[in-house]
């Protein structure tokens, strides 16, 4: 009977833990205002934020802030549009924001 058992055979298998999403799916922060015209400001937790991106619609990485960051993020350099806010946290966390940029 031992040679029939249907569980994984070495143990690290069956002890695994899932790993923890890097993706967030809450709304933990947002981008203020929306649309935006010259900048745009991250409220919610923003002393943990570790990089910011702006992404366009074809997933180039059209502008990149790193430490230190910006309390208010200048944009008047990028074209009207609609963009993703990529915004990483240190733990290591992700999370995606639209933003859309009008300018007059």
Not at 1 to 8: A, G, R, S, V, Y
Not at 17 to 42: C, G, M, Q, R, W
Request: zero cysteines; charged letters at 25%; hydrophobic letters at 40%.
């Amino acid at each position: 009977m031992l040679d029939k058992e249907i569980h994984p055979q070495y143990v690290a298998m069956r002890k695994a833990k899932p790993l923890a999403p890097l993706i967030k799916l809450e709304d933990e922060y947002s981008l203020v205002p929306n649309p935006a015209n010259l900048f745009f400001t991250i409220s919610g937790n923003s002393k943990n934020i570790k990089e910011v991106a702006v992404i366009d619609t074809k997933g180039k990485i059209i502008k990149n802030y790193q430490p230190p960051l910006p309390k208010q993020f200048s944009i008047v350099e990028i074209a009207n549009g609609m963009y993703q806010i990529k915004i990483v946290d240190t733990f290591g966390h992700i999370t995606f924001k639209k933003l859309t940029l009008v300018k007059q």
